[in-house]
């Protein structure tokens, strides 16, 4: 079983060393990069802070960043509702941060989550209304994503710490042709500890209209940065795998 535990993050640490030499290879491959903190006020209700960059080349030509935070409420164990707000920024292509800056905007949002497992399987899904306010006008937009994660069997201090995970979602507005993005993720995850969790995948993202990232491929990292409850007297220490 120790040689299961060490085995599995090596090989996940081997296939991003595949990876990124073939991503450097398509220029048409971008980077999605994800910082998510969280904690929880009580048992019920949590916060939420989150920070994303992007680039349409693999780590060259950054074009979008985002930050936004949010409030959470626990209805039961397969409910969850969220409100949120954020800042969100668009520049041109061909450049870092090339101006002129193509959208400026704020938004706001509610959302609701459903989940259920079996086993080693979760199924969740995502119901979003968005408020958006931009620089070209106000939208409403609309998305629905549905994910799958299957715990893979591997156990270290009873817990499964990896899984593969894939999810598709769909984005709506209430103008005609109704129809705007699609995004299709697979990827795998590692909880090092009970405060963070480490994901990547490949993300592929079609748009219906002309946009900067039409059609576009990106390799996804995130961390997951998970306080519990705020009044612990003791957290876990980031990367305390043991």
Not at 161 to 185: D, H, I, K, Q, W
Request: proline letters at 3%; a positive charge.
């Amino acid at each position: 079983m120790r040689f299961s535990c060490l085995f599995l993050p090596t090989g996940w640490l081997f296939l991003l060393s595949l990876l990124i030499p073939a991503a450097r290879a398509q220029e048409s491959l971008g980077s999605w990069n994800i910082l998510n903190i969280s904690a929880l006020v009580t048992d019920r209700v949590g916060v939420f802070g989150e920070a994303q960059i992007r680039s349409l080349r693999f780590y060259d030509h950054f074009h979008y960043y985002e930050y936004k935070g949010g409030i959470s409420w626990k209805v039961n164990s397969q409910l969850s509702l969220l409100g949120g707000a954020g800042r969100y920024d668009t520049y041109s292509a061909g450049g870092d941060f090339r101006s002129p800056r193509l959208t400026k905007e704020y938004r706001t949002w509610l959302q609701a989550g459903l989940r259920n497992g079996m086993g080693r399987w979760k199924v969740d899904h995502r119901y979003r209304a968005e408020q958006r306010f931009t620089n070209n006008g106000y939208r409403n937009r609309f998305r629905y994503r549905i994910g799958v994660t299957w715990e893979l069997p591997f156990q270290r201090n009873g817990k499964r710490p990896f899984y593969v995970n894939a999810s598709n979602e769909t984005f709506f507005t209430n103008r005609p042709p109704y129809f705007e993005r699609n995004r299709l993720f697979a990827g795998m995850g590692w909880e090092m500890s009970e405060l963070l969790t480490i994901q990547c995948g490949y993300l592929h993202q079609f748009d219906y209209r002309l946009t900067d990232e039409i059609g576009r491929d990106f390799l996804q990292v995130g961390a997951y940065i998970d306080f519990g409850r705020l009044d612990s007297k003791t957290l876990p220490v980031i990367g305390d795998a043991d």
